[in-house]
């Protein structure tokens, strides 16, 4: 990821805790709900590589391929799913954008010097400018959609007399759905750094 190292690091934490979540909720969940969970652990983890600083460790010129590879097979994954489930075409849309970024940010992708700068400033612009502002809008409109929806999950949640307190940390709602925030705004500052 282009961009200052501290928030590379930061960025890289938040999506390691959500991957971990997610992992830990796949052993709660069955069916649909399970390939949810890991749909979401594979993108927070795969967000989580991309957004190591590359003053501390910038990829091999294979790894963008490996990256691409990988959420294209995702992607594949994702629109075989939504047939029977649209919240699969939203992971459509983010491992497309996961492959959008690891080819726009490869050494022959369209980004300055190699993809990256290396003194921890912006690269010049790599990829497709209406493209990345059309993923921007959508993502915009994501976390926003999604903040707005974890508000009265979280009242409930809160709720004295029921909610979700006899739930286990692996099946509570609005961990999930902050989860999905977290991703929609990761996913926001990545393509903004682009």
Do not use: K, N
Not at 141 to 161: E, N, Q, T, W
Request: glycine share 16%; proline share 4%; net charge positive.
């Amino acid at each position: 990821m282009h961009g200052p190292a501290m928030s590379g690091w930061l960025l890289m934490a938040l999506c390691v805790a959500t991957g971990a979540y997610c992992l830990l909720r796949t052993r709660g969940e069955t069916g649909e709900g399970r390939r949810t969970a890991r749909a979401e652990a594979l993108m927070g983890f795969g967000m989580a590589a991309m957004a190591v600083p590359t003053a501390v460790m910038t990829p091999p010129a294979w790894g963008w391929a490996v990256y691409a590879v990988l959420f294209g097979a995702a992607s594949l994954r994702a629109l075989w799913f939504s047939r029977r489930d649209g919240h699969h075409l939203h992971h459509l849309v983010g491992s497309a954008a996961m492959v959008y970024m690891a080819v726009a940010m490869s050494p022959g992708g369209g980004a300055a010097h190699g993809g990256h700068a290396g003194h921890g400033g912006m690269a010049s612009a790599g990829g497709v400018p209406a493209l990345t502002g059309l993923l921007l809008a959508y993502y915009a409109f994501y976390v926003l959609r999604s903040g707005a929806r974890l508000i009265p999950v979280a009242a409930m949640a809160g709720d004295v007399g029921g909610g979700s307190a006899g739930i286990g940390w692996a099946a509570r709602p609005e961990l999930a759905l902050a989860c999905r925030l977290t991703m929609g705004i990761a996913m926001f500052a990545m393509l903004l750094t682009l």
